[in-house]
């Protein structure tokens, strides 16, 4: 009920194009969200997901983040992550028109799950270096058993705190929080990562309504003075640093 609720009010607020006077967002918003070009890419996205779900296979299953409001076991099918848990084909192909038109080359991802958005980086950035990061054991074996690990791509298994403090690259060009939907944690990994962004590093933060917790902590961040542009388009917050921008906030329908 409560993201039903948030939504109702996201559509309310929120605007294309016509509504942006920001150059930088009107052409991310233009060129990148409603590109309606059908890149040759987007089927090895669409068979990467159906791969996914025709693996009936069982996994045990270790949650270090906010838990599933799908599942109330440990125990979870390969299908299942992939359908309730994994990024939908809409926003893979979001997230490979976005790494597409940035041209991001060094990326970090928090949360794996079964590889599917790091599969539509790959797919648009195919010699990006990319360090994804996966709670789950079972569930990162599984993502490196389908995705192309050949070179660039660092799977690491654990705990994100640990690992994050550990990172020897220096700076990212896009980092994707999509692990622990808590507020604590997601507030936690922003400061963290704060010294690793540069002035055109891209933050994405899933699910900014999956709870109010999750909403508080989208809205503490838009708030941090490092933080000049955000693009809410409810599913996504996206986070830009760049200092020669008025600060603003957008809300664009997709």
């Known amino acids: 009920m409560y993201q039903q609720k948030q939504y109702i009010k996201f559509l309310l607020k929120s605007t294309n194009q016509h509504g942006v006077h920001s150059p930088f967002v009107y052409d991310l918003v233009t060129k990148c969200f409603y590109d309606s070009k ?15 779900l025709a693996n009936k296979q069982e996994l045990e299953i270790t949650d270090l ?25 809409k926003r893979s192909k979001l997230l490979f028109r ?24 790959q797919v648009a950035q195919p010699e990006a270096h990319i360090i994804s990061i996966e709670g789950c054991p079972n569930i990162s074996n599984t993502a ?3 995705l192309d690990t050949s070179k660039n791509l660092e799977l690491l298994i ?17 980092v994707f ?15 963290k990562l704060l010294p690793h962004a540069h002035n ?38 996206l986070v830009f640093f760049r200092k020669e921008q008025v600060e603003e906030h957008f809300r664009i329908r997709l």
């Open 98 to 121: 976005l790494s597409r038109y940035f041209q991001y080359n060094k990326i970090l991802e928090l949360g794996t799950s079964l590889g599917i958005a790091t599969r539509a980086i």
């Open 200 to 237: 055109d590093t891209m933050f994405i933060f899933d699910d900014i309504y999956w709870s109010k917790d999750m909403t508080a902590a989208w809205e503490t961040i838009k708030k941090h003075p490092e933080v000049r542009v955000t693009v809410d388009t409810f599913f996504w917050g």
């Open 38 to 52: 059908h890149y040759p890419e987007y089927k090895k996205l669409k068979d990467y997901r159906h791969q996914l």
């Open 65 to 89: 983040g906010a838990g599933s409001k799908v599942h109330s076991t440990n125990k979870r099918s390969i299908k299942s992550i992939a359908s309730n848990s994994g990024s939908t084909y």
């Open 158 to 174: 654990g705990d994100f705190d640990m690992h994050i403090d550990q990172l020897k690259q220096e700076t990212f060009d896009l």
């Open 144 to 146: 490196k058993a389908y």
């Open 177 to 191: 929080f999509d692990g622990n939907h808590s507020q604590e944690a997601t507030l936690r990994y922003f400061e």
